[in-house]
Every structure is written in C-alpha cells, then in structure tokens.
C-alpha cells in the first residue's frame, strides 16, 4: 500500500492511514507499506537547493531547516508521542546532513542532477521514520526502510531513474522475510545505481516504487492510496463533473498517466502489468469507496471513450522539407539524433507526402532536441526545423476504441464545431489511445469539448 504526500500531510492524516493498515494487519494480511514526503516538502526542498545557488548568504537554508524541523516534529508529537525521542534523533541527524548538502551547494555555487537527486530524498527520509512510529503507537511492528535497503536499484538518468531487473531479487530477499513479523515502511521515490549513487524515479516516483516494490515481492494486489476516489475520466481539478472509473486496464491506465493524469506516475502500471498484480487506486480520505482496478482486461463499458487526459508541459517540433520525399534515412538521422542527446519523443506523425515529420517533447528536452536536429537543417537533410511552446497535447482514451470505428471523426468533428484546431494528430499502434495536439488557450476547452462529447460524466457502467 502507497499512501502519497496529502495523505500523510499532517497527524490527523497519519492517523488516518494507521486506521487504515490497522484492520488489515489484525486480519493477518502482510503488508508492505510505501510513502511518499509530507504534501508540499518535495517542492520546497527543490526550491531551497536552487534558491541557495544564488543567494548572498545562508539564511534561506536556516529557515528552511527549522521550518522543516517544526512542521515534522508536530507531526510526531501527534502521532507517536512515546517515540519522540527515538525518532526525533534520526530526523535531527537527517536534518544536519541536508543542511550540510546545501551549504555545500551554497558554497560552491552549484547544484549538479547527483546533489540534486541526493537533497530531493529527504521529504521521504523524514516522513517515513514518522509513519513507521505511528504504526508502533499502535501496537503495530514496523520498521523504516530507504528505497536502498529495499532494494531498488536503478538506471543513473538523475531525476527520472528506472528500477533495474536486478531490484527484483533484491526486494524479494530483503523485504519479504520481514513480512511476517512487522510492516516495513519504505520510502519512496529514491534508489541508487549499482553502485550505490542515489537516484530519485521522477517526480511522483513513489507510485512507481510501490510497484517496484509490489512486483518483487509478488504482492496479491497494490494499492495506490490518494486524495481522490480513484481514476477519473478526466482531472477533476479542470473537468468539474468528471467522473470515477470503476476499472481501467493496464494499457488504459499507461495511456493516461503517460499524458499527465497525475494520479499515477507514468511507469508505475508496468511493473504490476508484468506479473499481472491488480492495481487498485482508493481515497485515504473516503476509504470505503471502493476506488478504481487497474487490471489486465478492462470489463468493458458500452463506451468506447472512457477518459480523457491532457499535458501541458510540451512542445512542438515541425520538421519539413522536400528532400524527405521518398529518401530512406531521413526517420532514422532525426530519431537518431535525437536519441544520442536523450530527448524524449511523447508522439510522432508524418504527412503522408513525407515532406513534414512532427514531434511532440517534453518541454525541458526542447532545446538539447533542437540542438540535435539543426544539424540536420544544415546538411541539408531537411530543410527546415521549427517549434512551439505553447501547446498542449491531449490524449482521448478507451480499449473499446480498438476496431471501433468512427471515433476519430467524432473527436474531430467536436473540435471542428468548438472552432478547435488540432494541430497534430497520432494513434498509438494499441489503439487505446488516439492524442492530438491544440494551442495552449485550447486545452482545457478541449478537454470539457470532448468529454461532454462523451458524456463521461454519465455513468453507464451497469
Ligand atoms: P498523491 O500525493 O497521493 O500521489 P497526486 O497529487 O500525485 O496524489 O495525484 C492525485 C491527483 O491527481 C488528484 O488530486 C487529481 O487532482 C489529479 N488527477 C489528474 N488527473 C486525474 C485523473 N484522471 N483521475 C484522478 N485524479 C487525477
Ligand atoms: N515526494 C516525491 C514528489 O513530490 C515523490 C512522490 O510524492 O511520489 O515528487
Ligand atoms: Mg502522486
């Protein structure tokens, strides 16, 4: 079971998740347990690190320090009073070190995706000694463990690691033993490479350690607990009438977190997809509803359309130019160039007169991705490379599309009469998906455009 930053905010919501575990516990069911930083200290600790390369003095580390001090210790206080002692000591020594990294950081003026990494670790340092203690309180056996002695050992890409096949053994052996006796309490979102440097998964990693972590152990299910009821046909945040899906299939679910359904970290369904583990999504703060299943075959709804999910920060990239016509090459020189700087291409489409190639980044890979093509304008292999920032991409998504035809002219005929112009067009090979691409003042018309066109929020589940 995962339990994300809002759910261990504060002590009211760490007694909530004790709640929880509780009843499960006294069930005999064994439990690992993976947490994410208390909402919020992510962001800050990212924020501090940069604002310190920069700053005349230390005074923003002081009072980042004590704020993180004050905030965690009043969350102990709350829910582990008999362990104050024990684990303020850790959090004291946890918070010495961080603030030595970022005096270094300080002093050097520099703050490298290693440093980076390191620092960004901390939130969960000090909220999973928190939660284990919580669980004590109650009578529960538990022991705090950081992603490494987990096991999890991942690629070196600093900020977006992936947990390599040999985390499998590792998990198996360290965490399955204690299963019986307590419940761990592992911090999420960090690893370290096979030689021991500390990695993070990318922001919102800890979904994905849990899946890690749920795989590796062979788990009967994971549990991914939040701030919502489950999987949703569209962010609620945006689409005020959207709706819980009840189940979603893996693909599914890959398909819209891949397109910035925050709910779920991109990689965080392909490990439980691997070994077939349900995946269940539930509201720590409504945990009788019963939440979404992320499972392999989706039990399909009447709909072909189930949800729909947008990303904002991307960019594209239009390349064009005559000479493509016909010559064999051009695809490969473009993806090649583009894979040897390790930008990231989210969708492809080329015109069927093989004179426009178009390519949707991630918005912090445009540059070393326009780096990477001008050469290529220069050579003459193309004629001419251009980009947009200022664009959104969304992707419209349901397994009932596959074979189902008709959808795509639905989707764009309710654009067309909104007066929205989809730039770029794909259909990834699953079918499950088909994405577009609007300017950015279109997205979240776009968005409510196509899920009244839907009717999403309308449940035709039974
Ligand atoms: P946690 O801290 O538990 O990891 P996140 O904030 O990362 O939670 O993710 C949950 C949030 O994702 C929800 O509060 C919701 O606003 C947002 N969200 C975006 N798209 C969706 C969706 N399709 N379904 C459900 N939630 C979504
Ligand atoms: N604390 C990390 C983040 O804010 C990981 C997570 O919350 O899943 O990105
Ligand atoms: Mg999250």
Known sequence: MKFGGTSVSDGDCIRRVVDILEPYRIDGVELAVVVSACSGVT?????????VVSSRDKTPIESFI????????????????DYVDEVMTIID????????????????????????????????????????????????PSVALDGIEAGIITTPNHGDARALPASENHIKSRIVPLLTETVPVIMGFMGATEQGIITTLGR??????????????????????????????????IIKDARVLSDVSYLEAMELSYFGAKVLHPRSVEPAMQKDILVRVKNTFNPAHPGTCILRKEHREKRVVKAISFIEKVALINITGAQMIGRPGVAKAIFSALAEREANVMMISQGSSEANISLIVDESHLEVAMDALSP??????????????????????????????????????????AGINAMMISQGSSEVNVSFVVKGSDGKRALQVLHDEFRLSEDCDE
């Open 204 to 237: 919102s990693g800890s979904d994905y350690s849990a899946a890690v972590i749920g795989s590796g152990i062979d788990a009967d299910e994971i549990w991914i607990w939040t701030d919502v009821d489950g999987v949703m046909t569209s962010d609620p945040r």
């Open 93 to 140: 020594e946890r918070l010495g070190l961080l603030e030595n990294i970022l005096s270094a950081v300080y002093t050097l003026k520099e703050l490298t995706p290693r440093s980076r990494d390191y620092i960004m670790t901390f939130g969960e340092r000090f909220s999973a000694p928190i939660v284990s203690a919580a669980l004590r309180q109650r009578g529960i």
């Open 66 to 81: 004590h704020a993180m001090r004050t905030r965690h210790t009043k969350i102990l206080d709350q829910v582990a009073p």
């Open 376 to 417: 290529l304008a220069k050579q003459g292999v193309v004629r001419e490379i251009t980009y947009d920032r200022d664009v959104v991409a969304v992707a419209v998504v349901g397994a009932g599309m596959a074979g189902t035809p008709g959808t795509g002219g639905r989707i764009f005929t309710a654009l067309g009469r």
């Open 43 to 51: 962001d800050q600790i990212i924020s501090v690190a940069h604002e």
